[in-house]
């Protein structure tokens, strides 16, 4: 957990709930966020059941929220999503399960109910570089960041820029996979970088292209940097630079000053509810 006493982003699944009544297309009706380090379940379902069901139906689905919710106390939030996912077919279903990164649960909740219950997206003015940073992929970040600068690189996408920055031309937003940088980076996570600044980078968690990986073993990495370095005539250099994971299971990389490349420090990962 961070100094601060505010945990870090963590993963989290959710499913939408769906009705199907007769004569009726099936209407998206609600969303299920578990939170598995708490074992607690949140729910929002919709509360217009008179505008789309039989006064008789109504009634009954008006009553499913506090039902679910109860029994959710009492089963385990993981036991009863796994009752439902087993049980419901007919009139109610759900979907599967999607992986999410959130960090306030009440504010994901209704960022995904948004999302895909009412299908709608905060209604946002897009100032490149100002309101919002670029989403890349790590290639693309590379070459756009890197000492290459290849600043034709299209971004996929853009996500609000952290607040009190008065230009984010130096941040960007990318996808890291893998678990290595557990706790701090979930698997999956929206991660924010800022391009690597002047000084030591010793301690810091970088984006690190290694030149020595295969294609598909892992040339790009998130790591926290240390270097070995000796004085010479000509001032200093490396002698050894070793990434280190976060997560225990994972080994340590140890490279030669000309194995890889820093491109980016790492900042903070995005949750769901700030996107």
């Known amino acids: ?28 009706a609600g969303i299920l966020l578990l939170d598995p380090g708490a074992d607690r379940l949140y729910l929002k379902l919709r509360e217009d059941w008179a505008e789309w069901a039989e006064p008789e139906d109504a009634e009954v689905l008006s009553l499913i929220a506090t039902d679910w919710e109860q ?6 939030a993981a036991a009863f999503l796994a009752l439902l996912e087993d049980r419901l077919s007919n009139t109610l279903r759900l979907s599967e399960r999607r992986t999410v990164v959130v960090g306030d649960f009440e504010r994901a909740l209704e960022r995904l109910y948004r999302q895909e219950i ?50 984010a031309e130096d941040y960007f937003a990318c996808h890291v996979q893998g678990r290595s940088m557990e706790p701090r980076i979930p698997d999956g996570s929206l991660c924010l970088f800022r391009k ?8 810091k968690l970088v984006l690190v292209r290694h030149r020595g990986a295969t294609e598909t073993g892992g040339e790009f990495t998130v790591k926290r940097y240390r270097s070995e370095k000796v004085v010479t005539e000509e001032g200093w250099r490396h002698t050894k630079v070793v990434l280190e994971p976060l997560n225990p299971d994972y080994p340590v990389l140890e490279l030669g000053p000309e ?17």
Request: charged residues 20%.
């Open 118 to 167: 009412e299908g709608r997206q905060s209604a946002v003015t897009v100032i490149p570089f100002r309101t919002h940073v670029p989403v890349y992929s790590l290639r693309a970040a590379a070459g756009r960041f890197g000492p290459e600068q290849e600043p034709e690189a299209e971004p996929e996408g853009w996500v609000p820029a952290p607040p009190g920055l008065r230009s």
């Open 1 to 28: 957990m961070p100094a601060g006493g505010v945990p870090w982003p963590s993963r989290a699944e959710y499913l939408v709930v769906e009705v199907a009544l007769p004569r009726r297309s099936p209407l998206p």
């Open 196 to 203: 690597i600044p002047a000084g030591s980078r010793q301690g």
């Open 71 to 76: 029994q959710a106390q009492q089963a385990g």
């Open 259 to 275: 194995e890889f490349q820093v491109i980016a420090e790492f900042v903070r990962v995005i949750p769901i509810e700030e996107t």
